[in-house]
């Protein structure tokens, strides 16, 4: 989309959006200006004659005065450039980009150590050489001395006891045995408590004896 000021350029902003519009920098190649002009002529006949009703123009006609004048209009377009941007423009930027003067700000005294530091390890270099053999060395020695398991041996205070009878016994006489155990495991010093479970697994299902001394 371009706009237009009422003025009969809008064509032209639609050239210029498109990449289409004619620069002075190619009347330097009349080849390519030749062209661009042929493609320009192209597109806007058949606007003229198709929607507008008006007569197209003619490319040769059309092409005869900016070959025979654009190595002027050249040269005119660029000594202006030239003008600009060896006076006008350097005097634009050194107005509006003038550096103001400020104070150096003085060193912390977390920089002035750190520099101190710095300084005193390039003139003696074998300080922070023995410091680096040293660290690797305390490194080595704790990592010999940590647990290299994923997860540590735990205590939970837990003992299992597995009471298994000859094929054919009944559930009572199992039953009878296992708290027989039971009752054994509690005279043993520092139990406090016995979980039974008979005839099913250890997480339940079966009769169930809890008891403690």
């Known amino acids: 989309m371009s706009s237009t000021t009422g003025r009969r350029i809008g064509p032209a902003d639609e050239d210029k959006i498109g990449r289409r519009a004619l620069r002075v920098q190619d009347l330097k190649y ?11 002529l192209d597109l806007h006949n058949h606007v003229l004659t198709s929607y507008l009703g008006s007569a197209d123009f003619d490319f040769g006609p059309t092409l005869k005065p900016y070959l025979a004048n654009g190595q002027v209009l050249f040269d005119a ?6 003008r600009h941007a060896r006076l ?4 634009m ?3 509006l980009m003038k550096t103001k003067a400020h104070a150096q700000a003085e060193d912390g005294w977390l920089m002035r150590s750190y520099i101190a530091t710095i300084k005193g390890a390039l003139r003696h270099r074998w300080i922070p050489v023995m410091g680096v053999i040293a660290f690797l060395g305390l490194t080595y020695i704790l990592v010999t001395h940590l647990s290299t398991g994923f997860f540590p041996a ?9 009471v ?6 009944t559930i009572a006489e199992t039953d009878a045995i296992a708290r027989r155990a039971g009752e054994a495991a509690l005279g043993v010093e520092h139990v406090t408590g016995v979980f039974q479970a008979t005839g ?3 997480t339940g299902g079966g009769p169930i004896r809890l008891s403690g001394g």
Request: no cysteine.
């Open 77 to 82: 377009v660029y000594d202006e450039a030239m």
């Open 200 to 202: 099913s697994a250890s």
């Open 88 to 91: 006008l423009t350097p005097m």
């Open 30 to 40: 009349p080849e390519r200006f030749a062209s661009k002009l042929r493609e320009l």
């Open 93 to 95: 930027a050194a107005y």
């Open 164 to 169: 298994t009878l000859p094929p054919g016994s």
């Open 154 to 162: 735990q205590d939970d205070s837990q003992t299992r006891i597995s």
